[in-house]
């Protein structure tokens, strides 16, 4: 069996986790400093902060929900919606080859955050990955958050709401 490493997460596994859920106040902030994307009545698109790749997006239901067999038919329809926009605006801005797209149900599976159900939506580009994490443990995103935010923010900001 291979194994993935994915030391930069350590910031992520070693911070104080904040006392209420990042999903459920991302309409409540400052957008571009929660590096929310976009905050419907449904759903909310928003960067992840410790990204496995630049452009690493998720997609929660805007209610604070943990199953996925709890999410409502409207929530679902809209996820989808989202998962399909946000694939979209990665590809006009970034170019990826290919998405990694999915849920970490739980703890056991990796969630970093189980008790609010995400959706990942990772791009991939051929040849990712390199001797960086292999020789010295780091992975390099070549492109600050904030950078990529603005880059993804005009495509979110003509997002027809539910």
Not at 11 to 17: D, G, N, Q, V
Not at 39 to 65: D, F
């Amino acid at each position: 069996m291979k194994q993935i490493w994915a030391p930069w997460r350590l910031e992520y596994i070693h911070s104080e986790k904040p006392d209420e859920c990042i999903f459920c106040t991302a309409g409540s902030k400052d957008p571009r400093e929660s590096l929310v994307l976009f905050a419907g009545s449904v759903s909310v698109v928003m960067l992840n902060k410790y990204p496995y790749n630049g452009g690493h997006l998720l997609i929660a239901p805007a209610r604070h929900v943990a199953k996925l067999e709890e999410i409502t038919p409207e929530e679902s329809i809209d996820a989808f919606r989202l998962m399909r926009h946000s694939t979209a605006a990665l590809t006009k801005t970034m170019k990826p080859d290919g998405f990694n797209v999915g849920f970490n149900l739980g703890k056991a599976a990796g969630a970093g955050i189980d008790d609010h159900l995400h959706i990942h939506i990772v791009p991939r580009w051929n040849g990712d990955s390199n001797f960086m994490p292999v020789l010295a443990d780091i992975k390099v995103i070549p492109e600050h958050l904030l950078d990529t935010y603005d880059k993804l923010k005009p495509f979110f900001e003509r997002l027809d709401l539910p």
